[in-house]
């Protein structure tokens, strides 16, 4: 089988997608999947409808020798590739990790409302509509809808698309085999939490909740390469996810896997991985002192923290890269 996969990111940039696509790239072919990648970011210098353009007939090429098309966003690889998947008569596969549109809305648009809140209601910006109106084309084109976690297939049925047509697969975590450790300082207690710098992880409360404590100091390991931010979360006293909203929650079970205390915000896509005070800490959203209780319990306790974290190790397996890689290579195959 020969695979095309249209990827917005690919390293050295960071996030998800990008770390997704050379996972695929490097262990489909030994299930017998050959992958030809095709990267935005290659076009992405040009200006904005001229770089969607000349993507499109990057993915066309690279299609006609091709049995799928796999994109890895509903937008600006997504569109592309669900047309030029139309014209060579190729199934369409797309992943979705997360609302595309909501996400802008958020950063760009002035939306405010809460991802469950904001599928259930209809938009007044024009910009929000027509990259809600894009996603769930793309979605709706596509033979099946691959998402990495049961929160995400309920916001994409949400949008209209059938249950039947989505498959839920969670990514595969594969660390490197030599992760670099920042050297901490005597005495101070190393809080670390990771991602975009986006409204809804909530680093600015971290800050906020440790200012008030002497030797604690925060760490956002944000626009590092992978594996230096990787460093940090391993050095860290506890690993903080304070976010509102995870399709799926990547630094999360990076950090679970690591065998680092965690804490996270009470919310569905984290429940389903971890269990109040037995592999972790959850807290309400938006609670700051109970976050602020939270890291008091771990400082003063690391031995039961510890002990969380062994416990949250083990829970680690479905998220492993051969699981991942078997799952898709199925999936695929079976299209």
């Known amino acids: ?91 369409f596969v797309v992943k979705i990790v997360g609302d595309y549109a909501w996400e802008q809305g958020r950063q760009r648009f002035g939306v405010t409302q809460e991802l469950d809140e904001f599928v259930k209601t209809k938009q007044t910006n024009f910009f929000v509509r027509v990259l809600q109106k894009i996603q769930t084309s793309v979605a709706q084109g596509a033979v099946k809808v691959i998402v990495p976690s049961p929160y995400l297939q309920d916001i994409v049925i949400a949008w209209g698309i059938p249950q039947e047509k989505i498959a839920v697969i969670y990514n595969g975590i594969d660390l490197p085999a030599y992760i670099p450790m920042p050297e901490k300082r005597e005495g101070e207690f190393l809080i670390v939490s990771a991602g975009r710098r986006v409204p809804w992880k909530g680093f600015e409360a971290i800050e906020r909740v440790a200012q008030s404590h002497d030797r604690w100091r925060v760490f956002i390991a944000s626009g590092l390469p992978r594996a230096e931010a990787l460093g940090w979360v391993k050095a860290a006293d506890v690993f903080v996810l304070n976010s509102r909203y995870e399709g799926f929650p990547h630094a999360l079970i990076e950090a679970m896997t690591l065998g680092t205390p965690v804490i996270a915000t009470d919310t569905r896509f984290h429940q389903t991985l971890l269990t109040h005070r037995e592999t972790g800490l959850l807290v309400p959203p938006g609670d700051n002192d109970a976050l602020g209780q939270a890291l008091v319990d771990v400082a003063r306790d690391p031995t039961a923290a510890r002990k969380r974290a062994l416990a949250a190790q083990k829970r680690m397996d479905d998220f492993s890269l051969p699981h991942m890689l078997d799952a898709t290579a199925r999936l695929l195959t079976s299209l």
């Open 1 to 91: 089988m020969k695979l095309v996969i249209a990827t917005p990111l690919y390293p050295p940039e960071i996030g998800g997608p990008a770390t997704y696509a050379k996972l695929l790239c490097e262990g489909l072919p030994a299930k017998g999947i050959e992958v030809a990648l095709v990267k935005f970011n290659e076009v992405r210098h040009l200006p904005k409808v001229i770089r969607h353009i000349a993507y499109y007939f990057r993915v066309r090429k690279a299609a006609r020798s091709a049995d799928i098309v796999l994109a890895l966003d509903p937008v600006s690889a997504g569109l592309s590739a669900l047309w030029t998947a139309r014209r060579a008569g190729r199934p």
